[in-house]
């Protein structure tokens, strides 16, 4: 897990990037209606307004609404690595799922004056892949990657304790 600002926003931009991408494709998918190759690279012509939305909102509003989030829920027994980890997962999923979905709808559905109803409904079918992706797939993947990038930092910080 990131120690200080710029592991931060290094972690940022490999998390979003790849939920972004996940969602993405998963929603064109929904859109026609089953998954198929062409949808792997159409997924890039919303990932350049998407993720960069996804950084921001992370950055500026996602991460501290979280870890309030987190706050109130955590209790000693919880503070174990994976309890944490799974709670911050869940959380920030809790947090970035409907504004992503609502950015989504306005940008990309044009939901009219349907939009309350529209947004719900992604919401809905967003919201367990974005789970799913975060807790058993993404999330993993990145904190992986995320270990091999800084592995000297974490040695140290962890030899200096």
């Given at each position: 897990?990131p ?9 940022t ?28 690279l ?6 350049i307004?998407?993720?960069p939305?996804?950084?921001l ?17 955590v209790?000693?027994?919880?503070e174990?690595p994976?309890?944490?980890i ?17 950015i989504?709808v306005?940008?990309f559905?044009?939901p ?8 719900i409904?992604t919401v809905v079918?967003?919201?367990?892949m974005a789970?799913?992706?975060?807790i058993?797939f993404v ?9 091999i990038?800084?592995?000297?930092e974490?040695?140290k ?5």
């Open positions: 897990m120690r200080n600002k710029f592991q931060t926003i290094i972690f931009l490999l998390m979003t990037f790849f939920m972004v991408y996940v969602m993405i494709c998963y929603n064109i998918a929904l859109e026609m209606g089953s998954m198929k190759n062409q949808i792997f159409l997924a890039f012509h919303e990932m307004i998407m993720w939305a996804a950084i909102i992370e950055l500026l509003i996602g991460e501290r609404l979280t870890m309030k989030l987190v706050k109130r829920i209790t000693p027994v919880m174990q994976i309890f944490m799974l709670l911050i997962s869940t959380m920030t999923v809790c947090v970035m799922c409907p504004i992503m979905s609502l989504a306005i940008l559905k044009n009219g004056t349907e939009i309350v109803s529209v947004w409904n079918f967003n919201f367990p789970l799913f992706s975060q058993f999330g993993p993947l990145i904190r992986m990657i995320f270990g990038l800084f592995k000297r974490t040695r910080a962890v030899k200096i304790k």
